[in-house]
């Protein structure tokens, strides 16, 4: 595991309008003012519409979490109806994107070209991103899925100027498990989070943290943590409920001050 504290991401997808995304956010103010955690950074990802609402509470009620978004446009501006530049977010206090989402890729036509340069553009405006890699079940079932990552990884990431370097988190989220309740075993998660960071040590991103997603809640978060030697979690469902999400981000602040 990394020198870093581990990051809990809560991507809310398309689910909450404003007001309910307010609502949960001064939820999770109200559960981190009572059980405050030290050891886990915590990032929710709103979307486009509720990112205002969100910021602006944070901001006011002082919350500590940061602020993300789903998507961004690799164009800085223009003619690109239905896009969101990456000065629109961070002048909106977001601090960090998630890059070339599995449903991105798969529902959106997000090929690795647009994943590279979209990923470009969020860490040269200086804000953190969050590169999505993960296979589907074929190739799995294939064996083929140490490949597949690999080259997602390498598409993305190579040639990066190695001062935009500390801005990357990696988050794998096998496409099998994402919704499926299918959950990728402690063993599966740990050979895999071997490879990426064996593949990001040659790229010169060894101390880049690399997280999971697929299927994350209060039960296999810990277990996930320990044996799958992750650096965190990029939640799904689970991060729609305030209680849910807080058991995860609290599972991983557990398991990090028992360790270190």
């Keep these: 595991m990394s020198a870093h504290k581990p990051l809990v991401i809560g991507n809310w997808k398309m689910n909450l309008d404003y007001v309910e995304a ?10 981190l003012k009572n059980k405050p955690v030290e050891h ?30 789903q998507h961004v446009s690799a164009h800085d501006n223009g003619a690109h109806t239905g896009e969101v530049s990456t000065s629109m977010l961070k002048r909106l206090n977001v601090q960090w994107i998630l890059v070339g989402h599995s449903e991105r890729r798969s529902m959106y036509a997000m090929t690795d070209e647009v994943v590279a340069a ?11 991103v969050v590169l999505c890699v993960g296979e589907n ?20 990431l190579i040639g990066l100027d190695e001062k935009f370097l500390e801005l990357v988190t990696v988050a794998y989220e096998p496409i099998w498990a994402i919704g499926t309740g299918l959950t990728a075993s402690s063993e599966q998660v740990g050979e895999m989070m071997a490879q990426i960071r064996s593949v990001l040590t040659t790229l010169s991103l060894g101390d880049a943290r690399v997280l999971y997603g697929g299927s994350v809640n209060a039960d296999n ?14 939640v799904g469902g689970a991060s729609l409920k305030a209680e849910s999400f807080m058991s995860i ?12």
């Design 22 to 31: 307010v609502h949960l956010g001064q939820q999770l103010g109200v559960l």
């Design 118 to 128: 979209t990923l470009r553009a969020v860490v040269k405006s200086g804000m953190n």
């Design 40 to 69: 886990t950074d915590i990032v929710v990802v709103p979307p486009f519409v509720d990112i205002r609402s969100v910021t602006s509470i944070v901001d006011s009620e002082k919350i500590p979490v940061g602020v993300g978004a």
């Design 249 to 260: 981000v609290q599972s991983c602040n557990d398991c990090y001050d028992g360790k270190r």
């Design 137 to 156: 079940l074929e190739v799995r079932e294939d064996g083929g899925q140490n490949d597949f990552v690999a080259d997602q990884l390498h598409s993305a």
């Design 221 to 234: 978060a810990e277990s996930l943590m320990n044996e799958g030697e992750v650096d965190g979690f990029l």
